[in-house]
């Protein structure tokens, strides 16, 4: 099925440093999302992007919405031991439908 | 204020057999939607149940279907089932006209098909 191409699919960083992470699609979406899912539970929503180029900070969680409403990245400051997880870019179609990416995992080293 | 709910979380099956999942949405949603998440990758949308009726529905064969109820708790049916049917199925529920910003998921149900 149609899904989103996300990057990097995996990132080993140390405790403190900054992350990115960025989303791409061939289809125009007109809300982007992101979420966070760590083992054992579904995911749960981050940060909700409604206009092209919009930015939006949640925290030390910042995202854009890209001018093309093509693509997304999502940065993380200052990273912290419970930052660790699975983060996902979902893309809205249509009325129902969230289309997502296949997640970033992103791994902290003490 | 309790949150999505679904049962069972783990559930073994026999290619072939059937299985139904269950979801209780949280108090006050009235929209609940379906997702298949295979190992390593994102979830993929099932179908979506508003007042009762689909409203909305990914590229699944026929032998997934779904219920909502009353009470907007549902149920996702499988038929047949396929090795490939193996997943996480996640439910998300969602009050009247957010759901795409309110949309909280449960912990998923772990199927496998062996």
């Known amino acids: 099925g149609q899904q989103l191409n996300q990057s990097p699919q995996s990132m080993f960083i140390q405790e403190g440093e900054d992350v990115s992470m960025n989303c791409t699609s061939s289809s125009i979406f007109n809300t982007w999302l992101w979420y966070k899912q760590e083992p054992g539970e579904g995911p749960v929503l981050l940060i909700a992007l409604y206009k092209a180029g919009e930015l939006t900070s949640n925290g030390r969680l910042t995202a854009q919405f890209g001018i093309t409403r093509k693509d997304s990245f999502l940065n993380i400051s200052a990273s912290i031991p419970s930052d660790v997880g699975i983060y996902f870019c979902a893309g809205l179609q249509g009325a129902q439908k969230l289309v997502f990416g296949q997640g970033t995992r992103l791994t902290i080293n003490p | 204020e309790t949150g999505v709910t679904q049962s069972p979380t783990h559930l073994i099956k026999t290619r072939g057999q059937q299985v139904t999942l269950r979801c209780s949405s949280q108090?006050?949603?009235?929209?609940v939607s379906w997702y298949q998440q295979a190992l390593g990758q994102g979830p993929q949308f099932i179908f979506q149940y508003y007042r009762e009726e689909e409203n909305g529905r990914g590229n699944f064969p026929p032998r997934f279907s779904g219920l909502q109820f009353p009470n907007y708790s549902s149920e996702l049916n499988v038929n047949a089932l396929e090795l490939d049917d193996s997943a996480l199925y996640l439910c998300?529920?969602?009050?009247?006209?957010?759901?795409?910003?309110?949309?909280?998921f449960g912990q998923g149900t772990r199927l496998t098909v062996v």
């Open positions: 998300a529920s969602s009050p009247p006209d957010r759901w795409d910003t309110e949309a909280f």
């Open positions: 108090s006050g949603h009235n929209t």
